[in-house]
């Protein structure tokens, strides 16, 4: 597992670092200066000058890059230009709202994925397999704002069962919490679920097919245990790449999500970063964002390694 | 002989696959919405832009679907939203196809432009979309054209892959080997006689194609950096349909039927023409 380790690090670290470079050429390619907007319509050359010096604006892009890099190495992510307050302050509070959707999605995503790929292998004709399949096909295809509204309409304006939007810490009031997690996890989650549904079909499937099955089929063992027991095992490892690559999309998912039930999230902060210029804000969580990313997926090789042991840690 | 059976093929190909049921119904959905949006001139004569004093009413004979919060007719309003998703969509999904296609087949000229390309569609994949949509937006303002930018980048991937495995798959049939023994170029066999048999795929794509710059569409107005208001779109009016969701949920009735509409029947179309082509 070190050897493993030791291998893919670079690389990883190496794509994060030319994603730095990517998002800082990016966003000064955004015209408007940061400095002009913050001074005010009446401010005089000076004062803009001044605030330029002053959030070091005024040095050359290399400089600025290295320093933004050097900062982050030593964990000091400054002041915001905008928004106001400290970019770990700002990144710190919205980042709990956002794993909580995001880890709450990823749950619902497990739950839903894996009895919705059992069932789809296993039961082949009748109401159940039509209903897995159209239910499938549906919630692939319907985007998810569709799908936000349609969890409002009934759970919240019909049925008056869940808050159609807002945010309660689930760690200062889990019941509270909960309820207004449910929804917007549910929506975030529906797509993914189904995407792992299908796989799992296909490799439940291929492995039900195979000549172990058969050989544990003459030896009289049941067919429940057979599919838990020996295909489910072997379906597992391609589902949890899917799984891994799910993340990613639950993460650029969410950005979608937060802004329709108005979850305080990194999300909204990213779109507030955007739209108001605020520079330091946006490229530290662009870069968090590809660093998570990265992550996710060293830790899915390293599950599917564990999974299958058939792959060598090598 | 080859010729003759991959046209007969091709020929048969899209009524194949769109005579099933599911193919059909995917026809009959997406049918009705175009062709709603493309005669919205003739079907209502009211202005969708138009303000009036009867703000949130319910159906009635004059606004068949009643009036939003400004009180502007809604049937018109999805009537003409519609046509600017058509418009939107009919213009960003042939750049993306195109640069796609043009990105897999500089790909299969090189094994390093293969590494290359790759990696393109791989960051295009990996980095949030509606992040890129929010940057994109940032720089060049909201309004229509940063959503056909962001659709055409989103597109970009999605043919670029089925491209690029379809012509690693039929560069190895036994008509290309044939083509490059008889002295055929290696760009000449790539453009005449792969390529050709690897676009097959490419129809299934396109169908998912419009789907998505429905979705890209939609998800930009909830943002807040769609197209720009009053002009009617259909992610416009579901985004400010969900302010009045628990007083006047009908507000949110018709864009929500249309939508699930377009996009199912896309799905089903292309679901009909992949099992098609498998066949």
């Not at chain 1, 915001?80 to 710190?92: M, N, R, T």
């Not at chain 2, 099933?20 to 009211?46: I, K, N």
């Not at chain 2, 991937?157 to 023994?181: D, K, M, S, T």
């Not at chain 2, 992610?235 to 949920?249: C, D, E, F, K, R």
Request: aromatic share 6%; proline share 6%.
């Amino acid at each position: 597992m070190r050897t493993f380790l030791l291998r893919r690090l670079p690389s990883g670290l190496l794509v994060l670092l030319a994603a730095s470079f990517l998002i800082f050429l990016i966003l000064r390619l955004i015209p408007g200066d940061p400095a002009t907007s913050l001074a005010g319509p009446d401010a005089g050359p000076e004062a803009v000058a001044a605030i330029r010096a002053r959030l070091g604006l005024d040095r050359p892009l290399l400089g600025q890059y290295l320093g933004w890099l050097g900062d982050l190495a030593t964990g000091r992510l400054g002041p915001s230009y905008a928004i106001g307050g400290e970019v770990a302050d700002l990144i710190g509070d919205s980042l709990g709202a956002t794993v909580e959707l995001t880890l709450g999605a990823l749950l619902l995503v497990i739950l839903l994925g894996l009895p919705l790929g059992v069932l789809g292998a296993t039961v082949r004709r009748g109401p159940v397999a039509v209903a897995v399949r159209a239910l499938t096909t549906t919630v692939l295809a319907i985007p998810p704002f569709v799908t936000g509204v349609v969890l409002v309409l009934v759970f919240a304006v019909t049925l008056g069962l869940l808050p159609a939007g807002g945010h309660e810490s689930i760690l200062d009031q889990p019941d509270l919490g909960v309820q207004y997690l449910l929804l917007p996890a549910l929506c975030l989650a529906l797509p993914s679920a189904a995407i792992l549904g299908r796989y799992l079909k296909d490799g439940l499937e291929r492995a039900l097919a195979e000549d172990y099955v058969r050989t544990a089929t003459a030896l009289g063992i049941s067919r429940r245990r057979i599919v838990l027991r020996h295909a489910l095992p072997n379906a597992l490892p391609p589902a949890v790449t899917v799984l891994g690559l799910q993340v990613g999309q639950l993460l650029g998912g969410a950005v979608l999500v937060e802004a329709i039930f108005a979850w305080p999230g990194l999300g909204q902060l990213a779109e507030q970063g955007v739209l108001r210029r605020d520079y330091p804000v946006v490229q530290d969580l662009l870069l968090l964002l590809v660093a998570v990313y990265v992550a996710v997926q060293l830790v899915t090789d390293l599950v599917y390694t564990w999974l299958d042991p058939r792959i060598r840690w090598e | 002989m080859t010729t003759l059976a991959v046209g007969l093929r091709r020929r048969r190909l899209l009524p194949a696959g769109l005579h099933t049921l599911r193919g059909t119904a995917g026809v009959l959905l997406v049918g009705v919405v175009v062709l709603a949006g493309l005669l919205a001139p003739l079907l209502t004569d009211a202005d969708p832009l138009a303000q009036s004093g009867l703000a949130l009413a319910g159906p009635s004979g004059a606004h068949p679907f009643g009036t939003d919060d400004l009180g502007r007719d809604l049937f018109s309003r999805v009537l003409h939203g519609i046509r600017t998703d058509l418009l939107i969509s009919v213009t960003a999904v042939p750049v993306g196809a195109v640069l796609g296609c043009a990105l897999a087949l500089l790909a299969a000229t090189s094994r390093g432009a293969d590494v290359a390309v790759q990696r393109v569609f791989d960051l295009l994949l990996a980095f949030p979309g509606l992040i890129l949509a929010l940057a994109v937006t940032a720089v060049l303002g909201p309004g229509r054209w940063p959503v056909v930018i962001v659709i055409a980048l989103a597109e970009i991937p999605g043919f670029g892959r089925q491209l690029r495995a379809g012509i690693l798959v039929q560069r190895e049939r036994e008509y290309a080997l044939a083509a490059r023994v008889g002295g055929a170029s290696r760009a000449r066999v790539l453009l005449r006689h792969v390529l050709p048999n690897a676009v097959d795929p490419l129809i299934v794509q396109g169908a998912i194609a419009f789907s998505l710059a429905v979705f890209i569409e939609g998800a930009m107005s909830f943002l807040g950096v769609g197209v720009r208001p009053p002009e009617p779109s259909l992610g416009g009016i579901l985004s400010q349909s969900m302010a009045y969701l628990s007083t006047h949920p009908g507000y949110a009735a018709a864009p929500l039927l249309v939508v699930t509409a377009l996009v199912l029947g896309l799905t089903l179309i292309a679901e009909a023409l992949n099992e098609g082509i498998r066949r």
